[in-house]
């Protein structure tokens, strides 16, 4: 099945420096990649999200880029503020018999310091 | 309602207890996911129903979970014999369109322990 990966797992920044997280995905029919945001004992929300037929989206300070070859995506979250730190989770959405499902990676922990 | 709605929002089971998790989602929205979120985890699928087809469960982790969404709107988890390793958020997820395809929205979730 559907493998994601992500990494950090853990990332610390300066406010007003720019965050990066990767992700990797095994299966090349995936064709949607959203990123949800989670503060603590909170709902996941969605912060972002591209499709396979575009390489990278932009929504003010934060940007994903999506390279279908490499299987890879990766969210920058640029001039970062306090209010971005929470738990990152990206997701592929791979093919099965069924339909498609939502395959979440297990997570990075942004702590942006004042 | 406005978002995806859960509840209980917190429920304590002693070992052995069947529980029962419900989730409202969206009028209208399509699919309905559930995951289960360990602590400091990503969600984990568990089941996913389109209208009130249960077309995927296969990651429901033993016969003692149980779901239903029997007129395609509300849905429902059960847990039977629920035990330790059961502790865990559970989160349901509706979007509009069928399967993975759009923005999936989630509800607080439902935190259960199991003593």
């Known amino acids: 099945g559907e493998n994601v990966e992500q990494h950090p797992s853990t990332l610390s920044v300066q406010e007003g420096d720019s965050a990066v997280i990767k992700c990797t995905y095994s299966d090349s029919a995936s064709n949607y990649f959203p990123w949800y945001k989670q503060e603590l004992g909170k709902r996941p929300q969605l912060i972002i999200d591209?499709?396979?037929?575009?390489g990278e989206k932009k929504d003010q300070r934060i940007a994903v880029t999506l390279n279908k070859t490499a299987k890879h995506f990766s969210l920058h979250i640029t001039e970062t503020q306090p209010e971005d730190s929470a738990v990152y989770f990206c997701?592929?959405?791979?093919?099965?018999?069924?339909?498609?499902?939502?395959?979440f990676g297990p997570g990075t922990r942004l702590s942006v310091l004042p | 309602g406005a978002g995806v709605s859960q509840s209980p929002r917190y429920k304590v089971a002693k070992r052995g207890q069947d529980v029962a998790l419900r989730c409202d989602p969206i009028s209208g929205h399509v699919s309905l996911f559930w995951y289960q979120q360990a602590l400091g985890q990503g969600p984990e699928f568990l089941t996913y129903?389109?209208?009130?087809?249960?077309?995927?469960k296969s990651g429901l982790p033993s016969d003692r979970f149980f779901a239903e969404r029997p007129e395609g709107s509300v849905s429902t988890l059960k847990i039977q014999r629920t035990q330790q390793e059961d502790s865990a958020v559970y989160l349901c997820a509706s979007s509009l369109a069928p399967g993975g395809t759009t923005e999936a929205f989630f509800g607080q979730g439902t935190r259960l322990t199991v003593v």
């Open positions: 997701a592929a959405t791979p093919r099965n018999n069924y339909g498609q499902n939502f395959v």
């Open positions: 129903f389109q209208n009130e087809a249960q077309l995927d």
């Open positions: 591209i499709r396979s037929n575009v």
